[in-house]
Structure formats: structure tokens, C-alpha cells
């Protein structure tokens, strides 16, 4: 049971309503817990986690989605004080913190003491957006994957979360729980790649989508064939595949570091709306 502060608690049903202001006032930036929500329907309890609400006043104000992943929303400082006083007296059960930096970074501040070390922290992340179809041509071999090509995509799936995350999907259940959502988004329509003799050299889903927007997440080209510029026509493949069946706005976020991918974003036309940050544990 959630250990009220004076201004923290548990939103249920009845919140929902001062949820959806919240939310609405940026759909773009917010899309991941605004597609939570929306999958919870009138049931805050389906979130899969908790969803805490800080209040000044009678009036919502700030909101912080705890789950695998702590995500605060319109933060302000004075709520992400009460979100990391809360939070230090659960515990951590989450696998990491992430979303504005603004509001992540003066949360890890507090949590680090006791939650640290992080197993890394990516402080600098440009959230990117673009309404426009894309600037480049779409590769045209770049199509929705198949259920029966589940296998090879997996496959594919870890190899990119091996790279990017620096840890296996497969290390707890043998993969289980990460394969159901590689298979999830297949079944969804929202998991593209580029197939060569069976095998995928370029990939990227549709990791979440709301009626407003959607993000564009695990971008990934097989590493014998970097440099040979499948990157850019595959995320304008998905961009632009987004853009007409799902939402109006796509969306990304990327480390600064990997400059790379940065510029095969500009070519494709995202531009910077926001800085995220992650930290990972």
C-alpha cells in the first residue's frame, strides 16, 4: 500500500480526469505514459506499476509512473522532492529512472546516495519530432515483419539490446518475457525490419503509440552492414509508415554520444524538442 506524504498518492479511477489535463497539456512529450493510461482504460490499476500524483492545492499538478521504469510527468522541483521521498522509502524496484532531464536530473541527485551506483547514466538525450514526412526516400525492402519471422527478429532484438544497454534480455527468464514483446509488437503491426536471406539487417519499431503521437525505438543495423546507408531510408520507411496509419507526430530520443545516429535523424527530419535522460541500473 502507497505511503502518502502530504502531497503524494495513489491516483485511481477518480483521478483520471485531472490525469488526462495533465497529460494533454503535452501529448508528444508524455506519449509513453499517455499510452499507458490509455491501456489501463477506466482502471489505473492496469498500468502495469503505480501512478503517484502530486498536488498543490486541490489541484494535480505533477505525476510520476512507478514500474519497472520511475517516470516523473510536469514535474515541478517541489514534486520531485516528494517523488524521491517516496520513492526512498520503497526502495528500488525499478530497472531504471527516465524522461525530461529537467525532472530527472534533480530526482537522481536525490536518489543516488541510496540507489547508487548506477550501472550507467545516459545525462543527455535529445528528444526528437517531426510531423513532416520524411526528407529522404524510404527504403522500399523496409516492411512490417510477419509472426513467422518472429525468430530471426528476436534474434535481431537482442543483438540490439545487447549493444545499446550493455546487458542480455535473456538473463532472467531466458528471454521469455522479451520474446512475448518482440512478438507483441509483430502481432500490432508496429515492428519493421529489412530482410536479406532470411536474416535482419535493419530494424526498428513503433515501441509506443497513442492517437497524438508515437515513439520510434530500437533502431538498429547489423553491424557487418554499417556504413552502407541502410539507416537512413529504414527509419524513413517507419516514419513515414507511422506518420500515415498511427499518429501525426513521430518521436525518438537518442544518446548525444552516438553521433551517428544523430545525423541520420536530422537527414530524415526530427528536430530537437526536448533533452531526456536515463539512468540505468
Known sequence: MLETTERVRLLRTSDLRAVRRLLDADPVTNVFIDARVRAAGSDLRRMGGQLWGYGEGSRLTSLCFAGANLVPVAATP????????????????????????????????????????????????PFLTTRDQPAVPADPAVRRVRIDELDALYRASVAFFREELGVSPEERDGGAYYRARVAELIARGHAFARFENGEVVFKAEIGVATPRAFQIQGVWVRPDRRGEGLSAPGVAAVTAAGLRDVAPVATLYVNDFNHAARRTYARVGFTHADTFMTVLF
Open 78 to 125: 517541489a514534486a520531485v522532492a516528494a517523488f524521491a521521498e517516496l520513492a526512498l522509502r520503497y526502495g528500488r524496484n525499478c530497472s531504471s529512472v527516465w524522461g525530461p532531464r529537467e525532472a530527472v536530473a534533480p530526482l537522481w541527485d536525490a536518489l543516488a546516495p541510496t540507489w547508487g551506483p548506477a550501472r550507467g547514466v545516459r545525462a543527455e538525450q
